[in-house]
């Protein structure tokens, strides 16, 4: 259930609410990749926020503001890698294509 209200939380853009539970259910499992990956997402969203949205390089970045956004970035990657060495892989239009034909097999068995 808490995964479910990650997911909606994600769509809200509520990056509060993603660090609050994530940080619930990664202290009664230090290893569940999924909540990695959604703290890791909300850093993503702040960095979006907080700079891609206004700047375009982070060259660009004011100089006093580029600690804020390579901390922000840090904990993304920090928080993704945190998940890959656990197994989760970020989906990429191959492996998206594989999964749906292997569902598509699956069905096709099932008949």
């Known amino acids: 259930m ?4 990650l997911e909606y939380f994600l769509n809200q853009k509520d990056i509060d609410r993603i660090h609050a ?7 009664q499992e230090a290893t569940d990749a999924t909540s990695m990956v959604y703290k890791g997402t909300a850093y993503a ?13 982070f060259e660009s970045i004011p ?4 600690p804020q956004a390579s901390e922000l970035i840090k904990q993304q990657r920090q928080w993704y890698a945190k998940a890959e060495a656990l197994g989760w892989r970020e989906e990429t239009e191959e492996s998206r294509k594989a999964y ?3 569902v598509g097999q699956t069905a096709r068995l099932q008949k």
Do not use: G, N, P
Request: glycine content about 0%; aromatic content about 6%; hydrophobic content about 45%.
């Open 2 to 5: 808490a995964h479910t209200l």
């Open 21 to 27: 539970i994530s940080d619930v259910l990664l202290q």
């Open 45 to 57: 969203i702040l960095v979006d926020r907080r700079f891609r949205s206004k700047y375009a390089k």
């Open 63 to 66: 100089d006093h503001l580029k």
């Open 100 to 102: 749906l034909q292997m």
